[in-house]
């Protein structure tokens, strides 16, 4: 498994942006796939967007597409979502993810950060 910590998370007003920050630890960063998903209060939680190992390949829930970006640096064993044109509904917890090969769903991960809290203001 590989150890993950958020950070980024804040306080926005509507229509403004954050860049989120994944530092991992552990298994060799470039040889696995991350991902972003989010948690808002009351819901399940759901996919954001993920990033293959090598960075070439990237996928994004409807709900986010051409608004957040998803990128990596395996130099720094980092991975980022930058989130431009923010709405209230983006608010909500935000997990980075870790999985061995291509994934998409939740349970296609196995390692996951504690979390940071997106709250954009109306």
């Known amino acids: 498994q590989v150890r993950l910590v958020e950070s980024g998370g804040g306080l926005v007003q509507a229509g403004g942006s954050l860049r989120l920050s994944c530092a991992a630890s552990?298994?060799?960063?470039?040889?696995?796939?991350k991902g972003w998903f989010r948690q808002a209060p009351g819901k399940e939680r759901e996919f954001v967007a993920t990033?293959?190992?090598?960075?070439?390949?990237?996928y994004y829930a409807d709900s986010v597409k051409g608004r957040f970006t998803i990128s990596r640096d395996n130099a720094k064993n980092t991975v980022y979502l930058q989130m431009n044109s923010l709405k209230p509904e983006d608010t909500a917890v935000y997990y980075c993810?870790?999985?061995?090969?291509?994934?998409?769903?939740?349970?296609?991960?196995?390692?996951w950060g504690q979390g940071t809290q997106v709250t954009v203001s109306s």
């Open positions: 993810a870790a999985a061995d090969r291509w994934a998409t769903r939740e349970n296609d991960f196995d390692s």
């Open positions: 552990g298994r060799p960063f470039s040889t696995y796939a």
């Open positions: 990033i293959s190992g090598s960075g070439y390949s990237t």
